[in-house]
DNA sequence: GCGCGGGCTGGACATCTGTCAAGACTTTCT
DNA sequence: AGAAAGTCTTGACAGATGTCCAGCCCGCGC
């Protein structure tokens, strides 16, 4: 077994069936989406699912695990990429507004599991960490943004996260509401947050 | 039909049910609530419900409507009673954490009735509005606090929400997770937030 | 006393869901 | 080539769900 293959092809079809269960999942959400739907936006049939998962849990959270990996490395780069202060908070409050504008409806997903995790315990230790890891993202991009700037930060880690998820999760419902100055909004406060409450 | 009776029967019984939904819901979340269940919940027969409601849809409106009532005026008292700064300040900390402890199942739904407004536009113009009146909420206790203290606000009314709405879903998250230290950590945060932040 | 009508019940319905198993097809190994 | 193991499809199942409806109950006016 473990000499048969350098790849995986178990692995792989489960990767493939969790990414399927990801689509389906962010069009639809946790409540309306069901294994026989996953199945048709895949090439396979709906019997398959029990094949590779062990349960609608399992393909679930596994999907989950997929997308926290795309996730947390989202802004990574601006970090590495930004030598000044002022151009990792434009590059920061740029990345966000993008990120609402073309990846929506995968963290309405996002938001979908957090709430069902108030519910079902079985979800909570997924979320809870993949929830500390974009924490630590966001912490990355405001010790950073405070060191190039040379100040000391007014935030914790807590609440600086909850101000970014806060103001994103409020203009994602806008903007899918709708109203396309949302995007443009959650720009200019990320960077009067920056500017005004962080340091 | 104006004239028939100073009470409204058929509104009050609306109502009745509505309260059992409501009741059902923040135990089981929108996903996992049928109308059977709700009917349980109260001392009438499945069958009723589609007596007083057209739909599935129209009693969960029902439902939120009437919690919109009692979650908005929540803390208004504390603003009036408050004569300084520090009281309101502590006084707000203070009922942020017991409102965690106590009613942390109804702001569950709350949250999750978000989340699936980001996915069914039949939902979405009811939970705009109850949010904007939480919005307003947190801005009039804001407001005073500026007052109060004399100084001016640091904060945008969008961003002051997005701070204690962020800092409270993170508190309730890891409450209901059975860490029972998060109330506690929220009251210090939501003091620490109003010192630093806001003002 | 008796019909009447609003209020409510309980069951029927079509549909959808997760789960599973029997078998067909495909790949791999000998 | 033929067997064995792995992969996938199809159909069936039991249960749950939203919706609807035929009829029961009960208080009211005639």
Redesign the interface.
Known sequence: MAFTRPVDKFGERRSQLAESALQTLSE?????TSLREIAQNSEFSHGVLHYYFSDKVDLIIEGVRQYKAVCVTRYDEIVVRSGTARSLRNGFAAALATTLVDDGTMH?LW??L???????PTL?AD??EI?ANLERMIWRIVTRYAELAGRPL???S??A???????F??A???H??GDETAAG?LKR?AR??MD??LL
Not at 28 to 32: C, D, H, T, V
Not at 114 to 120: G, I, T, V
Not at 161 to 167: E, I, N, R, T
Request: hydrophobic residues 40%.
């Open positions: 639809l959400g946790y409540a309306r309405r938001y979908d957090r709430s069902q995790a108030l519910f079902e909570r979320v809870l929830d007014r935030v914790s807590p609440v996260y909850a101000l970014f998820d806060g103001l999760q409020q994602l419902l806008h899918l509401a909004r406060q009067q947050v005004e409450q």
